[in-house]
């Protein structure tokens, strides 16, 4: 097939969004010391177990429980966490492969999340200089994947029509979903959370990370 754009996803194909996650408690270890006087490291510590533990839901509230400290400022804590700027890396050869690619294609990242959150993202890992466009998704439900038209979006920009473009992303559900409604075939890159997860529409070319694109759409 000839492909003229990608449209790739950011969370987990271009970096470990674990990484992001752990800045962001960090932030919010932070704001908590701030606010009670406890120990960074030990509020950090603390954040850290009832994330892995129970997930991100609540953690901030739990934590603040076990050192019964009430009423929590768990208002300060999320706006630490989501405003932050954090320091974040690609993975292994991922900037080096965006840069040979935008030699053969235009490309986009198409992201969801919270708006702000998604910002800081691009922003650390100088996403505008990168690539060609960059939609975020969250502020319209009709965007929020696996709805297609953040991809339409992008695609729109860059002026391309669903045939011509190519759907890279590590979610099988969200980006494969989402590219089989838009009508273009789906990357599936085996980084981050669903490495292991066998769901959603068949892709059309699986690579063990972004770094190795490059190299797999010439069979394509």
């Known amino acids: 097939m000839t492909a003229k754009a990608l449209l790739i996803d950011l969370d987990d194909t271009l970096f470990p969004e674990s990484a992001w996650v752990d800045s962001g408690l960090r932030a919010a270890a932070l704001a908590l010391a701030a606010e ?72 986009a990242v198409v992201t969801d999340g919270l708006s702000r959150m998604q910002r800081t993202k691009a922003a650390a890992l100088r996403l505008v200089e990168r690539v060609d466009e960059i939609v975020f998704c969250w502020d319209d439900e009709s965007c929020r994947k696996p709805a297609p038209g953040g991809f339409a979006k992008a695609a729109q920009a860059l002026d391309a029509a669903p045939g011509e473009c190519l759907i890279v992303g590590d979610d099988p559900y969200l980006d494969g979903g989402a590219a089989e409604a838009f009508g273009a075939p789906f990357v599936r890159v085996l980084t981050g959370r669903f490495t292991d997860v066998e769901a959603g529409p068949a892709p059309a070319l699986r690579v063990a990370a972004f770094a190795d694109l490059p190299e797999a759409l010439k069979t394509l």
């Open 36 to 107: 009670t006087g406890l120990d960074t490291e030990d509020a950090l510590a603390r954040l850290r177990y009832e994330h892995r533990r129970m997930g991100r839901t609540g953690a901030f509230d739990r934590a603040c429980a076990w050192f019964g400290i009430a009423p929590a400022p768990v208002s300060e804590m999320l706006e630490a966490y989501r405003t932050h700027a954090p320091a974040l890396r690609f993975y292994p050869g991922a900037a080096e492969a965006l840069e040979i690619l935008r030699e053969r294609y235009r490309i």
